[in-house]
Nanobody
Framework: QVQLVESGGGLVQPGGSLRVSCVTS????????MSWVRQAPGKGLEWVSD????????YYSDSVKGRFTISRDNTRNTLYLQMNSLKLDDAALYYC???????WGQGTQVTVSS
């Protein structure tokens, strides 16, 4: 049974930092390209970042480039997203996905507010 469980979301002030995690099980994590996708209230899904199966390649949307860092630990089957210099527009439900958005977690809420 495939499971992706995100955690680490919360309330942070603008300019602050947060790290969200995604613990996975039920599939061979190290074989899968992983992504973070977010959805702000009343808006559609927005791709945030990708990482290759071995972690050697990373990709970011223009909106987060230079502020967010995606990483993975294949020994722990876990995906991470370090978010720095958070902006009000970063507030959203953050999902981790596996493969070509094949598998999804339930999301973790990130709220940015002063």
């Amino acid at each position: 049974q495939v499971q992706l469980v995100e955690s680490g979301g919360g309330l942070v002030q603008p300019g602050g930092s947060l790290r969200v995690s995604c613990v996975t099980s039920g599939f061979t994590f190290s074989d899968y390209y992983m992504s973070w996708v977010r959805q702000a209230p009343g808006k559609g899904l927005e791709w945030v970042s990708d990482i290759s199966d071995d972690g050697g390649s990373t990709y970011y949307s223009d909106s987060v480039k230079g502020r967010f860092t995606i990483s993975r630990d294949n020994t722990r089957n876990t995906l991470y997203l370090q978010m720095n210099s958070l902006k009000l527009d970063d507030a959203a439900l953050y999902y981790c996905t596996a493969g070509d958005w094949q598998y999804w977690g339930q999301g973790t809420q990130v709220t940015v507010s002063s």
